[in-house]
């Protein structure tokens, strides 16, 4: 089995700043793609963020020049800072992997997710 854990979210003033961090843990052979979604209420959960393995990036629209996702191989661990914050970047955030358990077995797990809110 394999958890991802995700942690730093919080309440946050418009342009400020947060840093969620995404730690995979379990019966983990490799991790290929990692990324953070997130999901506004009424709306669908969108792609915020995403990093392969060799550390190529892929981001939204919206918060491009203003997030920046980062990763640590060793940690089995992802980041995404986030700076310039706005009320619109309110969401929950969630974490996903793409985790090869076995040479030839893989799959794509979540995280529980984090909230996110950005107001005064």
């Known amino acids: 089995q394999v958890q991802l854990v995700e942690s730093g979210g919080g309440l946050v003033q418009p342009g400020g700043s947060l840093r969620l961090s995404c730690a995979a843990s379990?019966?983990?052979?490799?991790?290929?793609?990692m990324g953070w979604y997130r999901q506004a209420p009424g709306k669908e959960r969108e792609l915020v963020a995403a990093?392969?393995?060799?550390?190529?990036?892929n981001y939204g629209n919206s918060v491009k020049g203003r997030f920046t996702i980062s990763r640590d191989n060793a940690k089995s661990t992802i980041y995404l800072q986030m700076n310039s914050l706005r009320p619109e970047d309110t969401a929950v955030y969630y974490c996903?992997?793409?985790?090869?358990?076995?040479?030839?077995?893989?799959?794509?797990?979540w995280g529980q997710g984090t909230q996110v809110t950005v107001s005064l």
């Open positions: 379990g019966s983990i052979f490799r991790i290929n793609d």
């Open positions: 996903n992997a793409d985790v090869m358990t076995r040479v030839s077995i893989s799959a794509t797990y």
């Open positions: 990093i392969t393995r060799s550390g190529s990036t």
